[in-house]
């Protein structure tokens, strides 16, 4: 594939529309939540981001494992990811409700009123969160740009509403309203969008038995899978805002500034994915993942050199001298960001070969090991513990934990990343 070619492909004009979506989500979250950040101070703020932790668990829970699962059927057949979108709508709503009322009341009982208002505002907005699979489905039918136009209506609206929370002095508590709107707006385009251009009369009597059926099978593998990763990723955050809510409010400054430029890795991932799933080589499917593997690696150490030199700058401008101490544990976060994104690479290429025991068994496994290792560490070593904790973690998740999967070698795909003969073939391919 040659440059031009290589700039006309459906993926890499993708990749793009997405990572317009999260250059403008990123740059003006950070500019705002470094606002709020500022106005309501590193207790608070751990406040805010410990309500949030616990209902990405929720949503993640209420998903029932299906998101990939969308991606990954709609990415081959359109019409089966639409009916496993409509098959999931009472499922996601079964389930998100209740568990919404039981974490609200923990949150009621077990913490303060200001985290109860966040709370309840993050349930609401986790509400409609989940009902956008359309981002799913968009992305999987390489029509990203539905995504960024109507994420950024939302994104723009609820940054602007922050901002005059902000400006006018107005209670904390109305920060979360833009909560709410940021993914109210979207969600009621897009679901006007899907509705008027999918398929008519999807599912029959008999379809809707045998897709049920295989929808359950899957999700009751997948769910596991999914909250386990949902814990794993939110672990550090909870056990932090547990012992210091100030220190929980410093990592995440850290961890957004650290994985700010994940949005470059999941759009560039997710839009090689379908190549990837419809390939049949064998070699040259294991080529394409390392491949993918070299550019997270690359564009993961240009973000650590540029933090590296403008990183103290950004959080004393941003954040201000509050949050000084975010400078060491951010650059740590960018060495996590990486490892992450090569567990992404490895986890949705799974997805290939139907490995949804492989992969609830590696993250059970890792899920434990991170509540242990998190818990020990931020007991013994507050902040820093927890930020140790969750590097060793995505390390072993990327590398380690996939040897043990039979069907492909990961161990050669990773050895190959040092070879000569492997990068000249990059090269070749792309003249």
Not at 20 to 46: C, T
Not at 117 to 143: E, K, P, Q, R, W
Not at 177 to 196: A, D, E, F, G
């Amino acid at each position: 594939m040659n440059i031009v070619n290589f700039f006309k492909n459906k993926s890499v004009i993708n990749s793009i529309w997405m990572m317009l979506e999260k250059i403008i989500s990123m740059f003006g979250l950070i500019f705002v939540m470094s606002l709020v950040a500022k106005y309501i101070g590193p207790d608070n703020f751990g406040r805010l981001t410990y309500a949030s932790s616990i209902f990405f668990i929720v949503q993640i829970l209420a998903m029932f494992g299906l998101d990939g699962i969308i991606f990954q059927k709609t990415s081959r057949n359109k019409i089966q990811g639409e009916r496993i979108i409509a098959l999931t709508m009472n499922l996601r709503n079964i389930i998100y409700v209740p568990t919404s009322i039981l974490a609200l009341l923990f949150i009621y009982f077990y913490t303060d009123y200001l985290t109860f208002i966040y709370a309840i505002c993050t349930a609401v907005g986790g509400y409609f969160l989940l009902h956008d699979v359309y981002s799913i489905y968009f992305n999987a039918l390489l029509m990203s740009y539905i995504n960024v136009i109507y994420n950024s209506v939302g994104l723009v609206i609820a940054l602007i509403l922050r901002y005059i929370i902000v400006k006018l002095n107005f209670d904390i508590e109305y920060l979360g309203i833009p909560i709410i709107v940021v993914s109210l707006i979207p969600y009621l385009i897009k679901r006007k969008i899907y509705n008027h251009s999918k398929a008519k009369n999807l599912l029959g009597s008999n379809l809707k038995h045998r897709y049920q059926n295989a929808v359950f099978s899957i999700g009751k593998k997948m769910v596991l899978y999914s909250v386990s990763v949902a814990i794993f990723l939110k672990t550090s955050q909870i056990i932090l805002g547990y012992f210091s809510k100030h220190d929980l409010g410093i990592y995440t400054v850290s961890i957004t500034l650290g994985t700010s430029y994940y949005f470059v890795l999941l759009a560039i991932i997710t839009s090689f994915m379908p190549e990837i799933y419809n390939e049949k080589n064998e070699r040259k499917i294991n080529f394409l993942v390392a491949r993918l593997n070299v550019i997270v690696i690359i564009i993961s150490f240009f973000a650590f050199i540029g933090f590296s030199i403008f990183g103290k700058w950004i959080i004393l401008n941003l954040y201000g001298d509050l949050y000084a101490e975010a400078l060491p544990i951010t650059l740590i976060m960018i060495i996590v960001c990486m490892f992450s994104g090569l567990s992404t690479v490895v986890d949705k290429f799974l997805l290939k070969y139907n490995s949804y025991s492989f992969l609830m068994k590696k993250t059970n496994v890792l899920m434990f090991f991170n509540i242990f290792i998190s818990f020990v560490s931020i007991y013994l070593y507050g902040l820093v513990g927890a930020v140790l904790s969750i590097l060793l973690v995505e390390f072993l998740s990327a590398t380690f934990m996939n040897y043990f999967f039979k069907k492909v070698n990961f161990l050669e795909i990773h050895k190959s990343l040092f070879s000569i003969q492997f990068y000249k073939k990059i090269l070749k391919d792309q003249l």
